[in-house]
Nanobody, 126 residues
Framework: VQLQASGGGLVQAGGSLRLSCAAS????????MAWFRQAPGKERVFVAA????????DYADSVKGRFTISRDNAKNTVYMQMNSLEPEDTAVYYC????????????????????WGQGTQVTVSS
């Protein structure tokens, strides 16, 4: 599986962005999909995940109520709508795909994912 993230950019605090991650291959609907982010000098951290069928989601506490993850299996794409952006959301955002079933998936653990995209920069100015 190859993942291509897009949609990042520069936005003012309070603004919105929508990230997309397009996947190659015919097995996209088998993967748990997630977004992680990494700020300069910091570890890569979990942001959100969605189950293979799109019927379950998980969010980091820091983004609950502001970010929404979704997927379109017909388009092999996962999205993340980011609203009420804060300067603390500034980071490179990475999409990831994991084969572990949702009920067993350690969604917050980077090593639980099998494939990663190249990242897209999100910068929120104050």
């Amino acid at each position: 599986v190859q993942l291509q993230a897009s949609g990042g950019g520069l936005v003012q605090a309070g603004g919105s962005l929508r990230l997309s991650c397009a996947a190659s291959g015919r097995t996209f609907s088998s993967y748990v999909m997630a977004w992680f982010r990494q700020a300069p000098g910091k570890e890569r951290v979990f942001v959100a995940a969605v189950s293979a069928r799109g019927d379950s989601t998980d969010y980091a506490d820091s983004v609950k109520g502001r970010f929404t993850i979704s997927r379109d299996n017909a388009k092999n794409t996962v999205y993340m709508q980011m609203n009420s952006l804060e300067p603390e959301d500034t980071a490179v955002y990475y999409c990831a795909a994991g084969l572990t079933p949702w009920r067993l998936m350690l969604t917050h653990t980077p090593t639980a994912y099998n494939y990663w995209g190249q990242g897209t920069q999100v910068t929120v100015s104050s």
